[in-house]
């Protein structure tokens, strides 16, 4: 395989990625010497099928997956070459996850969502829990626990809580999945904002096409490749 040069950035840089499953005749190619830099404050889509390797990109973006081989990296930081001691660090400080329906913890008030990613480890310039909640308008249900939410407020939550940390990169799990056309549109245009108000790389995986306005572009994943967009 050819070798690319990494490019620098503070978002996100992968370059010449592959990653398969299982072994012998079995063996799928979840991700096919896939190159992908998303810049600081850009919100990228990536549509496809069920089974084109979407889930694949989002866990080795995140250093939950280790590829075969390639380079991926979060600022400065290697996610390769990261021992798992290291990888756990930068996904505490410098990766936000956002998942479907918010995967919020049941027990927990809004505001105490948002406190948890700072229970895990030091964290150098985290985000007032209060003051993110009033920018992403739930500051007035900061009391309520998970049950008490709408989807999209649940979603709002979540958001926040993975922004808490003030993330490098923000990888996001088809947001929409639960909600209704209206709320699809205010959490997508949510993410866009906090995206480009706080310069955050953010990647979101959906099959809702009609949230993609609201993105600065659009990529397809087929076969385990990353593909030019077409309506």
Do not use: W, Y
């Not at 080795?60 to 990261?82: E, F, I, K, N, Y």
């Not at 756990?88 to 027990?107: K, M």
């Not at 992403?136 to 939410?149: N, T």
């Amino acid at each position: 395989m050819t070798a690319h040069p990494v490019t620098t950035t503070t978002g996100l840089v992968m370059v010449g990625v592959t990653l398969t499953h299982g072994d012998g005749d079995s063996v799928v190619t979840a991700l096919d010497d896939v190159s992908l830099t998303v810049e600081p404050g850009e919100l990228l889509a990536v549509v496809g099928p069920s089974g084109a390797g979407k889930s694949s990109l989002l866990a080795v973006a995140g250093g939950l997956t280790r590829p075969d081989s390639g380079q991926v990296r979060v600022g400065a930081a290697d996610l390769v070459a990261a021992s798992r001691r290291q990888l756990a660090a930068i996904r505490r400080t410098e990766i936000g996850f956002v998942f479907q329906s918010g995967n919020l913890v049941p027990a927990l008030t809004a505001v105490d969502q948002l406190r948890l990613p700072l229970q895990f480890g030091k964290v150098a310039d985290p985000r007032d829990p209060m003051e993110l909640l009033e920018e992403v308008g739930m500051a007035e249900r900061a009391k309520r626990r998970p049950h008490q939410l709408s989807g999209g407020e649940r979603q709002r939550v979540g958001i926040a809580r993975a922004l808490m940390t003030r993330p490098r990169l923000l990888l996001v799990d088809e947001p929409t999945a639960a909600l209704d056309r209206a709320r699809s549109q205010e959490v997508v245009a949510l993410l866009a904002r906090e995206a480009h108000q706080h310069g955050v790389a953010t990647v979101m995986v959906t099959h809702d096409h009609d949230v993609l306005h609201h993105c600065d572009r659009v990529l397809e994943m087929m076969d385990g490749q990353l593909l030019p967009h077409t309506a």
